[in-house]
């Protein structure tokens, strides 16, 4: 009799879970930036953002959900006059929060009181090494005011905070300089994929690391396993070895994002109508959505490589980021655009720009920063 086959972790996950491993939530759309890459084109806050009751039984729900913490993000979170009377609900609910900032508004005291509470972790964002790579991407001196933000943490007390960096051709060449900056607070360096969502639809084309960036980005993700990624590379892994993560996109899985009006979508990275699965106001909630939606019905359907299929390296890399093909234009059964086999060259060139879909929500304030062409 043949043995049972025991399906792979990756297998399991493809096909949901009765809650997300990584729910992503941000709190406003206000901020006090105006990033060119800025993946849920934040600025103005919303007049529809849930309410502090609304937002505390959303917490509510994910602890009855059993979900064990929850990434807070914007917009600039720390904006919200609530926030941390909101961090505090979800810390005494069993719900822990890791919530990212650009730092501006981290001032001693508040560094204070966030190494005074647990279960709470804390993300700097920074785009570049120093302030001229920084800048050009995040407006002029938010590079020194998240160094600030950084002493403060320091000082306080607070522990191993995590720096996150979005990965650019500009910064590619940083990487030592980004651990040492993360080793000289005792940090933990966190690199993220840089997506053509939101405002950086206009600027991936621009920013996006070359081919052999990514070559060179992958071989430094191999020899430091220890560096977070959130699983953003797993495109790189048909260059051979398997990179550390669940090499899966796992929108509608695994992963979703209630956005500050409490709409719910498959991922972070795709806020369109398209991948909107439903509202946290709406009759069962939350729960309700992740567990009922049609949306993720079908993302959590064995996915087909389409034309990936004759490729060797489909196994590795599962064609890619969902999002990056959908926001360029490509088909979701297609290679992912960045795909380090060059297989999706061709088609991206054959897509106008006129064709590429954009998000369906933007709350920009003005003009992003000019990038400086190098």
Sequence with gaps: MPAETVPSLRDRF??????????????????????????SSSGRRDPDELTTAEAKAVIDEMAAMQIFYVNIGGGEPLLRP???????HAV????????????????????????????????????????????????????????????NLQAAGFGEFKISVVMTRHNIPQLDAFQAIADRFGAQLRLTRL???????????????????????????????????????????????????????GAGRVVCL???????????????????????????GFTGVWRESEVFAALREPQSPGACASCGSYDACQGGCMAAKFFTGLPLDGPD?????????????????TLRPMSTVDHSTRRPVQLSRR
Aim: charged share 20%; aromatic share 8%; net charge negative.
């Design 337 to 353: 655009p960045e795909c380090v086999l060059g297989n999706a060259d061709e088609a991206l060139a054959s897509v106008p720009v």
């Design 82 to 88: 609530d926030f941390f009377e909101l961090v505090d």
């Design 258 to 284: 209630i956005d500050p009006v409490g709409d719910v979508y498959a991922c972070p990275f795709i806020i369109h109508d398209e991948f909107k699965a439903g509202n946290v106001r709406d009759a069962g």
């Design 14 to 39: 493809s096909l949901g879970l009765q809650a997300p491993i990584c729910l992503t939530w941000e709190l406003t759309y206000a901020c006090n930036l105006s990033c060119v890459h800025c993946l």
């Design 92 to 151: 005494a609910s069993g719900v822990g929060v890791k919530f990212s900032t650009n730092g501006s508004r981290l001032t001693p005291e508040k560094a204070e009181r966030l190494a005074a509470t647990d279960y709470v972790d804390v993300q700097i964002s920074i785009d570049g090494a120093d302030a001229a790579t920084n800048d050009a991407v995040r407006g002029e001196g938010t590079f020194a005011t998240a160094m600030t933000a950084m002493e």
């Design 195 to 249: 997506r053509p969502s939101g405002r950086g639809a206009d600027t991936w084309h621009e920013l996006h690391p070359t081919a052999t960036q990514q070559r060179e980005l992958y071989a430094w993700l191999l020899d430091r396993p220890s560096t977070l990624t959130g699983d953003s590379f797993f495109h790189l892994s048909a260059l051979g070895d398997p990179l550390e993560g669940l090499n899966l996109c």
